[in-house]
């Protein structure tokens, strides 16, 4: 059974930073592709960051420059490091992992978000001003 637990979301004035983690488990190596979405309040479910089976990794226009994913795969945790926050960037954020590269790569571009393989439960970023 795959589980993705996310944690490090929080409250931060803008200008602030946060890192978000995910620890995975039941994962296997079909796993192509792992990811962060966020939801702002009355938005749909958005694209932030992702990283492959190789490490190439994509980002959303809006958080290039300030938002990096990387992995640590022998503790099984993503993460997003977040810089430079603002208002923006509220909303719970979502870890997710497919075994697609391409379903993953379309989600992150707004096609087809629902049909990701595994999601985490989301942790919540309040950014204030």
């Known amino acids: 059974q795959v589980q993705l637990v996310e944690s490090g979301g929080g409250s931060v004035q803008a200008g602030g930073s946060l890192r978000l983690s995910c620890v995975a488990s039941?994962?296997?190596?079909?796993?192509?592709?792992m990811g962060w979405f966020r939801q702002g309040p009355g938005k749909e479910r958005e694209g932030v960051a992702s990283?492959?089976?190789?490490?190439?990794?994509s980002y959303a226009d809006s958080v290039k420059g300030r938002f990096t994913i990387s992995q640590d795969k022998a503790k099984s945790t993503l993460y997003l490091q977040m810089n430079s926050l603002n208002p923006d960037d509220t909303a719970m954020y979502y870890c997710a992992a497919d075994r697609s590269l391409y379903r993953c790569m379309t989600a992150m571009e707004g096609i087809g978000v629902g049909d990701i393989d595994f999601w985490g439960q989301g942790t919540q970023v309040t950014v204030s001003s």
């Open positions: 990283i492959d089976s190789d490490g190439t990794t």
């Open positions: 039941g994962l296997t190596s079909r796993t192509e592709c």
